[in-house]
């Protein structure tokens, strides 16, 4: 087999493409944006943080994935670990962590309410959390959960780099070994990070589930990634000799596993909450109920669950790269709509945000990680023919 510079290529090619078509886009928007302003001065910051949200679940869900090939090593993830590596390298952790710090340093107490000195002062609930939710405290947090997720990302690369450069199984036995406890430490983190980043931001609501159903959403956009390089590469060296309907099935398999959890996640957070019938925790549900949120959310329902749901089911559209492909572009493109039903209302729900700040943002930041993934991946072989055990799945292949 080749080491696949021609698919390399054609990969990067694609992926810088795609950026520079999001990068013309943003300008537009962002265009649009200045000439249709309304007066409401938060728009910017709004559709900022909603695009964020998009590209680092994506970013941070590679990471999840690698770390879980590495915990169970399992044979799907070697064709296609590249692919996870190339989109939560350090480098693009870096970048999107430090495209939050606005939010750290600029908009925290336009986004916050807990960081609003008078607000607190008036509100019973919000000094009790303030031994955990206060400036200092959720600053610090935040460097350490960056800190711990660009060593991670680092920590296994470098492991991943020694095995090529050495040939020495011993690298990826140490992978293995440390797999299951990087993989809790990413899940933990991951909980306690979205508590911080996002769902902080509602003055009373909270949610135990929240973290963990914001991470299962990042894995299946990780899974839907690799669905669409594959389904679109199999033709081309060296995927065509390791694309066979066992791998694409176990991609298709995994995708479906997500999708069940974000299905079972959304609809366990919104029966205990609702069940309740507090005032205080239902707020969540009460502001997506109206306004225009309420036609989003139950189109969510049939698009981002039941389709893909039933369309997973099917072995031979997981055994055909093109119609899993398809299915992955399905759920990128469900994901933008519910990143927003999740997201926009805490701060617009008196009206369904057809924001071009928003979409502005999210092209430019699709453009970002679009072109740090087109450097990286074009830098090292999409395939590691050392590793024993990718001989051995080619071989029965």
């Given at each position: 087999m080749s080491q696949g510079g021609t698919l390399m290529s054609d990969v990067n090619k694609k992926f810088m493409l795609a950026g520079g078509l999001m990068a013309v886009l943003a300008v537009i928007c962002g265009f649009l944006?200045?000439?249709?302003?309304?007066?409401?001065?938060k728009a910017l910051q709004h559709g900022y943080l909603f695009g964020w949200v998009y590209w680092a679940c994506v970013a941070f869900g590679c990471l999840g994935i690698t770390l879980l090939h590495h915990a169970c090593r399992g044979s799907w993830g070697f064709p296609v670990l590249r692919i996870?590596?190339?989109?939560?390298t350090p480098a693009t952790l870096g970048v999107?962590?430090?495209l939050f710090l606005p939010m750290v340093f600029l908009w925290k107490g336009d986004f916050y309410p807990w960081a609003d000195a008078s607000l607190v002062a008036k509100d019973p609930v919000l000094q009790w959390k303030s031994f955990y939710l206060n400036d200092t405290a959720w600053t610090v947090r935040f460097f350490v959960f960056a800190a711990v997720l660009v060593f991670l990302s680092w920590?296994?690369?470098t492991w991943t780099r020694m095995e090529e450069k050495t040939g020495d199984e011993s690298w990826w036995k140490k992978r293995q070994f440390?797999?299951?406890?990087?993989l809790v430490v990413y899940v933990v983190v991951s909980n306690f990070m979205w508590t911080d980043w996002l769902m902080s931001q509602n003055k009373h609501w909270f949610s135990t589930i929240y973290g963990v159903w914001l991470v299962v959403s990042s894995c299946l956009m990780a899974f839907s990634i690799a669905g669409i390089v594959l389904g679109t590469q199999y033709k081309k060296e060296p995927y065509r000799d390791v694309v066979k309907p066992w791998l694409t099935k176990d991609i298709g398999n995994w995708m479906l596993a997500f999708t069940m959890l974000w299905g079972y996640f959304s609809l366990s957070q919104y029966l205990i909450i609702w069940s309740g019938n507090q005032p205080e925790f239902i707020d969540y549900f009460v502001t997506r109920s109206k306004n225009g949120w309420e036609w989003l959310g139950t189109l969510l329902i049939?698009?981002?669950f039941f389709l893909p749901f039933t369309l997973l089911?099917?072995?031979?559209?997981?055994?055909?790269?093109?119609?899993?492909?398809t299915i992955g572009i399905l759920i990128l493109s469900v994901r933008f709509f519910d990143v927003m039903y999740t997201v926009m209302p805490t701060w617009k729900a008196n009206v369904f945000p057809l924001n071009p700040w928003g979409f502005a943002f999210f092209f430019l930041f699709g453009a970002i990680w679009c072109f740090l993934f087109g450097m990286q991946i074009a830098t090292k072989p999409l395939l590691?023919?050392?590793?024993?055990?990718?001989?051995?799945?080619?071989?029965?292949?």
């Open positions: 944006g200045m000439t249709m302003s309304t007066g409401d001065d996870f590596e190339a989109g939560s999107f962590l430090a920590r296994y690369q440390w797999g299951g406890l990087a049939p698009f981002h089911l099917s072995p031979s559209a997981k055994r055909v790269p093109w119609r899993l492909a590691t023919y050392r590793n024993i055990a990718l001989k051995e799945i080619s071989d029965h292949a």
